[in-house]
T-cell receptor, first 115, second 109 residues
């Protein structure tokens, strides 16, 4: 069964550095999402992406964040200048359809640690 | 305002006992509700969704619009059901998921 993959599994970076988190969604999926989960807190929506553009973003997704689908397979989340509070588990998800609500399949996550 | 509330952070039952994980939501339109499960060291995966009205691994959940609830139930818990359970609401044109804080279910032998 196809799965969403994410790399790296763990990223450690210094505050102020740029990080790129990578995701390979399931191949015939059209909708892509990033979520994050700060330790001990709930999973929070960051951004959704469809047809090569952002379709919705949360308040968390400020100018420091960007997403890209550079080729036909990868979906990346870039944090331009990391802050301590960006330390979290970042999950990528994809679905075949947006509406009616289709199942979102999640990747295993990337644990980002900002020192 | 919290849109999805899971009042129990932890729930512990014995094997064979019934289990109910509570979820309440706040949404003005027709809600699309899901239960996701995360077993130890595994990814989040869909357990069930209200629109399909199916039973997965013995779990069922009924949408009660009057009580704005979508509680997850299983009549006889198994040890392998021990996991983190998240209730989620699908919102917006792309049905972004708004999650509750999750309930950690432990089924004791």
């Amino acid at each position: 069964e196809p799965e969403v993959t994410q790399t790296p599994s763990h990223q450690v970076t210094q505050m102020g550095q740029e990080v790129i988190l990578r995701c390979v969604p399931i191949s015939n999926h059209l909708y892509f999402y990033w979520y994050r989960q700060i330790l001990g807190q709930k999973v929070e929506f960051l951004v959704s992406f469809y047809n090569n553009e952002i379709s919705e973003k949360s308040e968390i997704f400020d100018d420091q964040f960007s997403v890209e689908r550079p080729d036909g397979s990868n979906f990346t989340l870039k944090i331009r200048s990391t802050k301590l509070e960006d330390s979290a588990m970042y999950f990528c998800a994809s679905s075949r359809l947006g509406a009616p609500p289709d199942t979102q399949y999640f990747g295993p996550g990337t644990r980002l640690t900002v020192l | 305002a919290q849109r999805v509330t899971q009042p129990e952070k932890l729930l512990s039952v014995f094997k064979g006992a019934p289990v109910e994980l509570k979820c309440n939501y706040s949404y003005s339109g027709s809600p699309e509700l899901f239960w996701y499960v995360q077993y130890s060291r595994q990814r989040l995966q869909l357990l069930l969704r209200h629109i399909s009205r199916e039973s997965i691994k013995g779990f069922t959940a009924d949408l009660n619009k009057g009580e704005t609830s979508f509680h997850l139930k299983k009549p006889f818990a198994q040890e392998e059901d021990s996991a983190m359970y998240y209730c989620a609401l699908g919102e917006g044109s792309n049905y972004k998921l708004t999650f509750g804080k999750g309930t950690l279910l432990t089924v004791n032998p």
